[in-house]
């Protein structure tokens, strides 16, 4: 059940680095550091960690090579800068680039729900649209209590497929169909409200909570936690595996189709007030 939980210590504003860490890997989108239980990425994206289709990649090839390190036992993702993420690259909605950018995105998704480590994400500012996905599927939650969550993607004329898919699951389908429907933003507070988090401090203690959560994990079997991982998720990798195919085969079969979806993102790319026709 999702509670507040405060910080044993709340001076400590930075993630620790154990002195074992493996030297940082940079890429162009993100950055990967991994101890011998604990791998970060954080996402690098100026100002709001728009999670572009190179950011797609690298977050992809990170996962991947964060699976084979067996001594792994979690994975935290976290936001530089001013945000955790704005969300997908909303010039990748455009009909030539949508289905590429499903694929990459989802892609990494199924990377996510299928990896046999703990993922943790710590959300600050703006935790939106593909933003929101990630964390949505991810095991452990932690937000700023300020933090702006939404899955905005109606107002383009388009749909967050991955929240259509697993939202529901995690906050109910009314709360699940309003912030799909509506795009309504909530705050960190809300998000825990909902079962959207696993926790809520103010930004600075944010760290302190995901090293608490850590150290917790640090003193359990891996395999035990690795199977519990398994055995929990199961039903749900398979109940979102086949709601995700459908909610995707909707989105490039039919929404890319209608002129509503394209004239949404075409504004939003010319800055104006789009002009809806319900075509």
């Not at 890997?25 to 709001?48: F, H």
């Not at 899955?151 to 383009?156: A, G, N, S, T, V």
Request: proline share 4%; with cysteine; glycine share 6%.
């Amino acid at each position: 059940m999702s509670t507040e939980a405060t910080p044993r210590d709340a001076k400590q504003s930075d993630v620790k680095q154990r002195p074992d860490a493996a030297p940082a890997t940079t890429y162009s989108r993100i950055a990967l550091q991994a101890t011998d239980a604990v791998a970060r990425i954080e996402l690098r994206n100026p100002p709001l960690n728009v999670i572009d289709l190179e950011m797609m990649d690298e977050l992809l090839a990170a996962l991947e090579t964060i699976e084979q390190r067996e001594q792994v036992i979690a994975t935290v993702i976290a936001g530089a800068g001013r945000a955790f993420s704005a969300g997908v690259d909303i010039a990748a909605h455009t009909p030539d680039k949508v289905e590429g950018m499903l694929r990459k995105f989802h892609s990494v998704i199924r990377a996510i729900l299928a990896s046999k480590k703990v993922t943790i994400v710590q959300v600050h500012g703006a935790c939106l649209g593909g933003g929101a996905e990630i964390a949505l599927v991810s095991d452990l939650v932690y937000t700023a209590r300020d933090a702006s969550w939404a899955f905005p993607e109606i107002k383009l004329a388009c749909y967050p497929p991955v929240a259509c898919a697993a939202l529901a699951a995690l906050v109910g389908q009314k709360r699940a169909a309003e912030l799909i429907l509506t795009g309504r933003q909530i705050s960190g507070d809300e998000a825990l409200a909902i079962g959207l988090a696993t926790g809520a401090a103010r930004a600075e203690e944010l760290p302190v909570l995901v090293n608490d959560a850590v150290a917790q994990l640090e003193k359990l079997s891996p395999a035990a936690l690795r199977l519990a991982k398994k055995a929990c998720s199961a039903w749900d990798a398979a109940h979102v595996e086949r709601g995700l195919a459908r909610a995707e085969q909707v989105y490039l079969g039919e929404l890319i189709k209608t002129e509503d979806c394209n004239e949404g993102v075409s504004a939003w790319m010319e800055k104006r007030r789009p002009r809806w026709t319900g075509r």
